[in-house]
């Protein structure tokens, strides 16, 4: 099914709790992009966190707003945001994958600075993420 109006943004962050957050954060975040129409998936690793979020402009600048605030997240970054005609994670609020050393790796390259192969990395991460979100 086509939506309007329907954007996808990808972050990283740096942890700055331990991995034993990571349940209070999944349980919250579904509720919350469960009100606000949002879907998406959450990779969490020792050191950081990548998400794919996606909704509404509106939902997303405030979701992105109070992970920007939240003290277990810092030097948030934004690697992509754009307008989709179609959800990549249609049936969840948040698919989670927890820290492990293959998506530690899937994260690793995520960070990485070089500029050129970004985009490919992005869409190497959404169909990892995707693919683990429906098995």
Sequence with gaps: MLERNLVSLIYVSKKVLGSDEDEHIVAVATARNRALDVTGALASTVSNYAQILEGSAFALTELMGSIERDDRHSEVRILREGSIH???????????????????????????????????????????????AHT
């Design 86 to 132: 179609r959800r990549v994670f249609p049936n969840w609020t948040m698919a989670y994958a927890g820290p492990s050393s293959y998506m530690s790796n899937q994260v690793s390259n995520l960070i990485s600075r070089e500029s050129d192969t970004l985009t490919l990395r992005i869409n190497q991460f959404v169909r990892i993420l995707s693919g683990l």
